[in-house]
């Protein structure tokens, strides 16, 4: 026991990063009050506590568990719309704070203070205000009806219907066959109370897809109400204490007042106005309004592959296998002190600090957006305001096919530098690896949000040769080789990565280059807002470690896309046999030792990482016990219920 504890403080000792420092420089003193206070409220409140056999709860105890942490989350009033108008730092860290613990608790609170109410800050008007505070109060509970069972990415075509009722002044709510069911709706299965539905719009005209706000529950009773027919999903793959569901509508009355009116009204007499006349701009605004929701799941994958990093860090310090001394043959050694083991470890460490610097760029752009919207209700979005939207969604569109693509790699990868130990339950890696799962395809298919993002890249390329995109510009002109005297620092690598871009915009006809322009473009992107942040660092053993970081994520940006790069003669042959041996440098000469320090600064408190692999404090073996012990209370060492059906009866011998 007192070995695998000394190892981490072996490690620890010998890091020249102090974790407490570097954390410090990543969140500020701001950030870090505001998630330990978050942390506190977790460790204290009843709802969150851990039950005694977590790996064997039913579906309904996952629900039940789920329902109570989403409702303290609402009484805690940690997050609400006044403090994340003020400050977009606070719902960042309220996210990832609170989903570390519990992605399915988050999920319940977001899709209904979020994806419900916060959408009515931005595309309602005044008359939404009751039911805006309701939402916050959960009097209420919101969900968000998109998909339908045979749309999602092409919302264009989805089939229900909302026709205006001139006599009564209402929109009637129609699902015109079962394939127009709504469908996935979290928080529809069982609790929600009210549906935000998309919904092709009719009056004497067409006027394409827009939002309503549909009662759909009793609120008292939690029945549903006339002509609504609700139907729970069941089991999934992760996520399990989110009740997905699917609705069928049928002559649904709802006030006319129910149209979200930011962008378009109907009036008494069933005229249409909007204060935008392009169908195609007015649904892309609306949907620009929607992006937060993609930032949003770039946030919480780079999270969970910080997880699964902190996870195989900590035990690969701590697991010994073999011995590296012939003189000391049972002096087993750590197998983070493998080349193959910090060598897929380390490149997964450099992506979450990459990855998470762009993820809370692009909150800070979309809040910015956010209140240009919301100040300029009374009037049409301005030029800026929707340039600004149009970049956002490209960049949230390919920003999330990467990132959750990346981390869903990330955390299999940790899982098995984890080693069997790494399958248990208890490690928390299939759980995180389950969880993280339909963020690959939920907000949109990770292709075809690609496809989305390449479009624009495309004829951005055709009209001006070159990219620009909040606030970064790239030349897309002439291909030229590069000076490769010296690949030191990170601005190094820059024109790299922009003669990349140029050779792929140019062959994008095909798909799987469109695929490596779009990841590629992502790469650039988040590289070049990491370096940003790197330049307000104060220098020091923390900012050196995080150069080297970078460093570490742009020489594997353009290793995974060598082929093109040799083939095109941007790099020589030497020049890509150097870069390899600079990674593995990076890995095994610099970073190896810092490793457990820099883990240490982005780990959450024990309680929520909650893995018998990875608690702060070592003691390896004994916690993977403790864990075994208290899943299976009293039946570790029992026979089958059904044990009679197991007896072996003695085979007949002649002998």
């Not at 009751?130 to 109060?137: A, G, P, V, W, Y």
């Not at 990170?490 to 994008?508: G, H, K, M, Q, T």
Request: hydrophobic content about 40%; proline content about 4%.
């Amino acid at each position: 026991l007192l070995l695998n504890r000394a190892m981490l403080e072996q490690y620890r000792s010998a890091a020249g990063v102090c974790s407490k420092r570097l954390r410090l420089l990543l969140y500020g003193r701001g950030g870090v009050a505001l998630q330990d206070q978050i942390y506190d409220f977790m460790r204290t409140d009843p709802a969150f506590a851990q039950p005694a056999s977590p790996h064997n709860k039913s579906l309904s105890q996952f629900r039940l568990h789920t329902y109570r942490r989403m409702r303290a989350l609402f009484s805690s009033k940690l997050m609400t719309y006044e403090r994340i108008l003020s400050d977009i730092n606070n719902y960042i860290e309220f996210n990832t704070c609170v989903g570390l613990y519990d992605w399915s608790a988050l999920a319940k609170f977001v899709l209904s203070w979020q994806f419900v109410g916060l959408t009515l800050h931005i595309l309602g008007s005044e008359r939404h205000s009751k039911l805006r505070e309701d939402i916050e109060n959960l009097k209420c509970l919101g969900c968000f009806a998109l998909t339908e069972l045979s749309h999602g990415s092409n919302m264009r075509a989805i089939q229900t219907t909302a026709h205006f009722d001139r006599e009564k002044d209402s929109f009637v709510l129609n699902t015109p066959n079962h394939e127009g069911m709504k469908f996935w709706v979290g928080n529809l299965g069982q609790t929600a109370t009210h549906a935000l539905v998309f919904a092709q719009l009719y009056t004497s005209d067409y006027h394409g897809v827009h939002l309503f706000i549909v009662p759909v529950r009793d609120p008292s009773t939690l029945l549903p109400l006339p002509g609504v027919i609700i139907g729970d999903l069941g089991a999934k793959l992760g996520l399990h204490g989110v009740d997905n569901g699917f609705m069928m509508l049928h002559n649904v009355h709802i006030p006319r007042a129910n149209l979200l009116n930011r962008y378009s009204d109907v009036d008494r007499e069933g005229n249409f106005t909007s204060v935008i006349t392009d169908p195609d701009k007015r649904l892309s605004a609306s949907l620009g309004a929607l992006s937060m929701g993609r930032v949003a799941i770039i946030g919480i994958s780079a999270a969970n592959m910080r997880s699964a990093v902190v996870i195989a860090t900590r035990f690969s310090a701590q697991r010994r296998q073999f011995s590296q001394d012939p003189q000391h043959p049972t002096e087993e050694t750590p197998v983070l002190e493998y080349p193959t083991q910090v060598l897929r470890l380390a490149p997964n460490l450099a992506k979450f600090f990459v990855f998470e610097r762009f993820a809370r760029r692009l909150f800070h752009y979309f809040h910015s957006n956010m209140l240009s919207s919301i100040k300029g209700k009374d009037s049409p979005p301005s030029k800026q305001a929707m340039v600004e939207a149009q970049h956002l969604h490209v960049l949230s569109c390919a920003g999330k096919a990467v990132v959750t693509a990346d981390s869903q790699r990330a955390i299999q990868t940790c899982r098995e530098l984890c080693g069997g130990h790494g399958f248990l339950a208890s490690a928390g890696l299939g759980k995180l690896r389950d969880d993280n799962d339909p963020n690959c395809t939920y907000e949109g298919d990770n292709y075809v949000l690609r496809q989305q993002a390449l479009s624009h890249i495309v004829s951005s390329f055709i009209r001006a040769k070159k990219l620009e995109v909040l606030g970064i510009s790239m030349n897309l002109g002439d291909v030229r080789k590069m000076d490769m005297k010296k690949l030191d620092t990170i601005n190094d690598y820059f024109p790299i990565l922009e003669a990349l871009c140029s050779v792929l915009v140019r062959r994008s006809e095909l798909t799987e280059n469109g695929i490596a322009l779009v990841d590629s473009l992502v790469n650039f992107f988040a590289l070049s807002w990491f370096n940003d942040f790197l330049a307000t660092c104060e220098p020091g053993t923390e900012r050196s470690t995080l150069e080297s970081l970078g460093l570490l994520f742009a020489t594997g940006a353009v290793l995974d896309h060598a082929g093109t790069l040799l083939a095109e003669g941007i790099i020589p042959r030497e020049v890509y046999h150097e870069l390899h041996w600079r990674k593995e440098r990076l890995c095994t000469e610099v970073l190896k030792r810092e490793l457990v320090s820099v883990t240490d600064a982005i780990a959450p408190p024990d309680f929520v990482l909650n893995s018998s692999l990875g608690r702060s404090s070592g003691h390896l073996y004994s916690n993977i016990m403790q864990h075994v012990l208290a899943d299976q209370p009293n039946n570790q060492f029992a026979r089958p219920d059904w044990w009679r059906e197991a007896v072996y009866a003695p085979p007949n011998s002649n002998l």
